[in-house]
């Protein structure tokens, strides 16, 4: 059985405008939309090994040697790399990230994850690793037990698996070796970044704070603010100020968010649609063979033939034609949608198909 989706029909005409973003009927602190500048985290990374694997580790010549190069430094001479029993440990990747203002002596969680052909971790023991900075600065050092939250057995063929078991995590795995110095703004100002771009909340940040300091809009993300004299001292005080005050956030563009890989479709409360028609329908093309024998009798001096006998049946649902309005909201389109007993792999098509012919009025988001 052969499934033919129908063609869609769209048909578009003109539309007054967009409205306007608007505020939500609620408070949000300053805190949560936005984050000082240059405050920021630190990414780590290094190459270590695990160790006790139960004969679940890899086979690369690299582990051995590394091994080698371990045992060496901790005072055992091993003539040969492969004297080392294969199996019992796994080269891995060891990353974990540093927030801003980390001190000498400080605790972060790190990940682990193997490079070869390791088939677990679970059960393993990370040895000492130094974690490096991108400009090559030792931060931190890391060792530890992994918990990598499943198992994955197999025996006769069979095997289970409850969780990738090639990675794993150990809280608190990492220690801090340096004090991670950060600037709070500059001489006498700092710049709060929002989350995401948007003019209007923006300037509304900037005429909230400057209710008790002079704030102003830089462009569509940023607003710098100027420090007090009383607290050029102190600006912990004055960012503890700054972060709780509360405004009014704007609602979020149209969005129509698309996974075309499981088909999930969410759309946002504030898609609209210009006047459209959607036809669809599905045709359904079976062909069908039958294996059948020509058998000549016995007079004749024929030999026997094998041939086929194709039926072709096509099977056309009855269209549905669905008219939206201008103005459609989500419920208007879903209810449409739904009406015309659309599955998510067909809304997919449709939404793409509104959104190239104009009429969707929202921004398609694939993933």
Do not use: W
């Not at 973003?21 to 405050?39: E, F």
């Not at 979020?252 to 669809?280: C, F, M, Q, Y």
Request: net charge neutral.
């Amino acid at each position: 059985m052969r499934k033919i989706v129908s063609s869609l029909l769209i048909m578009m005409v003109l539309f007054t405008g967009l409205l306007p973003a608007r505020a939500i009927n609620a408070t949000v602190r300053i805190m949560d939309l936005t984050h000082i500048k240059g405050v920021r985290e630190n990414q780590l990374v290094g190459y270590g090994v695990v160790v006790g694997l139960p004969g679940t580790g890899d086979n690369s010549r690299s582990t051995q040697i590394t091994n080698q190069m371990l045992l060496r430094n901790l005072g055992t001479v091993i003539e040969q790399e492969n004297y080392i029993q294969k199996g019992a440990s796994a080269a891995v990747i060891v990353t974990a990230t540093v927030p801003p203002f980390a001190k000498n002596g400080d605790k972060i969680d790190c990940t682990v994850s193997a490079i070869a052909d390791s088939k677990s971790l679970e059960g393993g023991v990370l040895v000492q690793t130094i974690l490096k900075a991108p400009n090559g600065e030792a931060v931190a050092v890391a060792q530890g037990p992994l918990s990598v939250g499943g198992i994955n057995k197999s025996a006769g063929g069979s095997s289970a698996r409850t969780a990738i078991t090639t990675t794993g995590r150990i809280p608190g795995g990492a220690i801090i070796e340096r004090d991670i110095y950060t600037e709070i703004g500059d001489e006498n100002s700092i710049t709060l970044s929002i989350d995401r771009s948007d003019y209007t909340l923006v300037s509304r940040i900037a005429k909230t704070i400057s209710q008790v300091a002079p704030a102003q809009a830089i462009d569509g993300s940023s607003v710098r603010v100027e420090i007090p004299a009383k607290f050029i001292n102190d600006r912990v005080s004055f960012l503890s100020i700054i972060e709780n005050l509360e405004v009014a956030p704007t609602m979020e563009s149209a969005k129509v968010v698309v996974n075309e890989r499981t088909g999930t479709v969410v759309i946002g409360a504030d898609v609209k649609l210009l006047p459209a028609a959607v036809a669809h329908g599905n045709i359904t093309v079976t062909v069908s063979a039958t294996n059948e024998v020509s058998q000549p009798n016995a007079f004749a001096n024929g030999a026997t033939v094998g041939f086929q006998n194709a039926d072709i049946e096509i099977n056309k649902t009855p269209g549905s034609l669905v008219t939206m309005p201008a103005n459609s909201n989500l419920n208007d389109l879903v209810r449409a949608l739904n009406a015309i007993g659309v599955a998510p792999i067909d809304l997919i098509s449709i939404l793409q198909a509104l959104k190239k012919s104009g009429s969707l009025q929202a921004e398609l988001v694939i993933i």
